[in-house]
């Protein structure tokens, strides 16, 4: 009897053991997932995101078609994949089949209707406009959006999980997310324009915001290979940060005068202007035009560290923007109040080096403010969720509100007027003489053969006299904003004026 127990357990262990084996097989196997149904087993065609549409309405992903091959191992496939696939293609599929199980691959568009017996499936395509803004794989939105439905094929199997012949598989579908789609504020005709308007930039971006309510309506990196959201990454400002000193003595009515003699001293350091250019007596609205790093050093000694961080900081520096969900950034670093503290910190501060850093995307943001005269609002990215029901739902943003008397803000865009009509920015100016901003080439304390590379900006609104675009251009290892930045502003704001 002790015998007999012992045989029907060494059985049964044998049994539990292959059918262990299987299931393991059949769970962690790279070509298939074991569905829910009992003597089955699904493959997955693909997995849909919410769609994600333009301001307007129009789709910005899923909207192109894609063509899937689901290869089952028979000999009527087998006859067909010279149809679809190159030879070497061919040998390597018939490798994979020899395992009994289905596979599915893609499809040459160009091919889809050579197929005979291969069954061919329509899927959205993975490709998208504006990819580093919408791709997963460059930390983009669909990185923070949850799948919405998952396509699977189902085959039958028999008890030991091999595929039965003649099981042509069933194409259903699993609902993982309400959500089935995101409509932004990005504009298809301005996105296309910023995207243009960088052919002669061959790294760097460029970003357009609506003045009125600070939407992000263009959002451009270049190379195109590039998986960098580069309007939302950290970089030397230089420059473009005197604007935001200079609404600081504005709005702390400070009227400042300085005589420029190329060159400045603070405590054992030399400050100069670029190539040491003498710009002699002169009072804000010269100093922007002239990009006088003498005049800005001083300017900001003056003023001291409180005052500009405040000014800063209600601009927006120092923050984090929230595009949508988890999807944020680090707006900008500051120097801390104890760096500043620094005399030498403090006056590099005044002309936007030493230990800030910001991203175009906060440069942009701040001209949103100071072009809507004084009133901010919350940074927008996401208008409004699509429900499976197809209906869209409006997120809510907050009351703009007024950080900065408006005299001062529309003083200050005079003199941005001013730095393109009589100084640095004249290759920014457009037809209507409208344009209004400032430029900038920005030290990064990095070399390459002795040669130290630069960030060159123009950062400006459009039109001046009543602004509706903010729009910051960077170019990184450039050579002026003039040269490099202040060209693509103006093609950007002459198409804008067509529209």
């Known amino acids: 009897m002790r015998k007999r127990i ?121 490709e998208y406009p504006a990819k580093q803004l919408i791709s997963a794989s460059s930390s983009g939105l669909l990185k923070y959006l949850k799948p919405c439905t998952e396509k699977r094929i189902r085959f039958n199997t028999d008890a030991l999980g091999r595929m039965l012949q003649g099981s042509e598989g069933e194409i259903y579908e699993e609902e993982l997310a309400a959500n089935k789609g995101l409509k932004t504020t990005i504009d298809a005709g301005v996105q296309q324009i910023a995207y243009d308007s960088l052919k002669n930039i061959g790294e760097g971006c460029a970003i357009i915001m609506d003045v009125k309510t600070s939407s992000l309506l263009a959002c451009v990196t270049k190379p195109d290979s590039s998986y960098i959201n580069k309007p939302f990454e950290q970089y030397s400002v230089g420059s473009v940060f005197k604007t935001i000193v200079a609404l600081c003595a504005l709005e702390n009515n400070v009227d400042y005068y300085y005589t420029c003699y190329g060159k400045t001293k603070v405590g054992d350091t030399v400050y100069s202007c670029q190539k040491n250019h003498v710009h002699s007596f002169q009072g804000m609205q010269a100093a922007l035009a002239n990009s006088c790093n003498c005049y800005f050093v001083n300017l900001a000694l003056k003023l001291g560290k409180d005052k500009i961080l405040n000014t800063a900081r ?27 503290g620094s005399m030498g910190e403090l006056a590099l501060f005044g002309f936007g080096q030493g230990k800030l850093t910001a991203t175009p995307a906060q440069i942009c943001y701040a001209l949103c403010t100071i072009g809507n005269s004084g009133k901010k609002n919350q940074f927008r990215f996401a208008l409004s969720d699509e429900t499976k029901e197809g209906t869209f739902r409006n997120f809510e943003y907050k009351k703009e509100q007024e950080v900065f008397k408006k005299k001062n803000c529309d003083r200050l865009i005079e003199f941005l007027r001013y730095v393109v009509s009589n100084g640095t920015g004249k290759n920014a100016n457009d037809k209507n003489n409208k344009s209004a901003g400032k430029t900038a080439t920005a030290q990064t304390g990095q070399y390459i053969n002795n040669y130290e590379l630069l960030n060159t900006w123009f950062a400006g609104v459009y039109p001046y006299d009543n602004p509706e675009y903010a729009i910051v251009v960077m170019c990184e290892n450039g050579k002026s904003g003039s040269e490099d930045c202040a060209p693509a502003f103006r093609y950007i704001v002459e198409k804008l004026s067509d529209l």
């Not at 209600?314 to 500043?340: C, H, M, Q, R, T």
């Open 6 to 126: 012992i045989c029907f357990c060494v059985v049964l262990s044998v049994i539990l053991t292959s059918l262990t084996g299987r299931i393991a097989y059949i769970t962690f196997s790279n070509n298939y997932a074991v569905s829910k149904g009992y003597n089955s087993y699904s493959l997955t065609l693909e997995t849909v995101y919410p769609t994600v549409y333009y301001s307007n309405g129009d789709k910005m992903t899923n909207n192109k078609t894609k063509y899937l091959a689901i290869l089952k191992p028979n000999t009527k496939t087998i006859t067909d994949l010279h149809n679809l696939f190159s030879n070497e293609s061919v040998n390597k599929i018939t490798n994979e089949l020899k395992n009994g199980y289905p596979i599915v691959k893609e499809i040459d568009d160009s091919k889809a209707g050579n197929a005979k017996y291969i069954q061919i499936y329509e899927a959205n395509d993975s």
């Open 314 to 340: 209600k601009l927006g520096f120092d923050d984090e923007i929230k595009l949508y969900n988890n999807w944020s950034f680090k707006s900008s670093v500051l120097p801390s109040e104890a760096e500043l």
